[in-house]
């Protein structure tokens, strides 16, 4: 049971660079979504995405990227590294067209921007 | 108010205890209530969803008042696996709509 599945695990960059944080289901989950959790704080959703081909802002969408170009994968993408993006990344997915369903999330990408 | 706001502990009992957390909310137009886990370093998992009739799994216990907008989870009979994070989740709005955590109230269970 794959569920959500994020990669990579850890990631240090250096001010500037980019890179994409890749994630995938195979629930056939149609809404997904990426979060960031700093240290002693609650998750910021950064965007989401109710099916392919659609995506939304979240609270935090500044300086990141997202597409969802299948129901099974949705790629975040950081353009300019910055500092204040060190963080934890979760990604979620959840068969919802109600917000009554749970949502499942990956084990998280520990990125540190230095 | 904040939009979900929790206590955030530590929250330090014994083993066999019975604690309880609370939340409350801000959008009375909330429909969905959740309560999370998350353990050190983990990524969040669903406990139990809170229902408005109140519901019960296990030792488990979730309440939902929505007079006064706040849920609550009662843990009964602690154990040592019980330590975590346990995170208040609400959506924004009535229908579809994204969800809202809370920081999270942190427990702490000894021998």
Redesign the interface.
Same mark, same amino acid.
């Given at each position: 049971n794959a569920g959500v599945t994020q990669t990579p695990k850890f990631r240090i960059l250096k001010i500037g660079q980019s890179m994409t944080l890749q994630c995938a289901q195979d629930m056939n989950h149609n809404y997904m979504y990426w979060y960031r959790q700093d240290p002693g704080m609650g998750l910021k959703l950064i965007y989401y995405s109710v099916g392919a081909g659609i995506t939304d802002k979240g609270e935090v969408p500044n300086g990141y990227n997202v597409s969802r170009s299948t129901t099974e994968d949705f790629p975040l993408r950081l353009e300019l590294a910055a500092p204040s993006q060190t963080s934890v990344y979760f990604c979620a997915s959840s068969y919802a067209e109600y917000s009554n369903q749970p949502q499942h999330f990956g084990d998280g990408t520990r990125l540190s921007i230095l | 108010r904040k939009e979900?706001e929790q206590d955030?502990g530590p929250f330090n009992v014994p083993e066999g205890a019975t604690v309880a957390f609370n939340c409350t909310y801000s959008n009375s137009a909330s429909? +969905?209530f959740?309560w999370y886990r998350q353990d050190c370093? /983990?990524?969040? /998992? =669903?406990l139990m +969803?809170v229902y408005s009739s109140g519901n019960e799994d296990g030792r488990f216990t979730a309440q939902l008042n929505r007079a006064s907008q706040y849920i609550s989870l009662l843990i009964r009979d602690s154990k040592l696996s019980d330590s975590a994070t346990y =995170?208040c989740v609400v959506?924004k709005d009535s229908?579809? +709509?994204? =969800?809202t955590?809370?920081?999270?109230t942190m427990l702490l269970v000894s021998p």
């Open positions: - | 979900v955030p429909q +969905s959740f370093r /983990k990524e969040p /998992k =669903l +969803s =995170l959506n229908g579809y +709509s994204t =969800l955590f809370g920081k999270g």
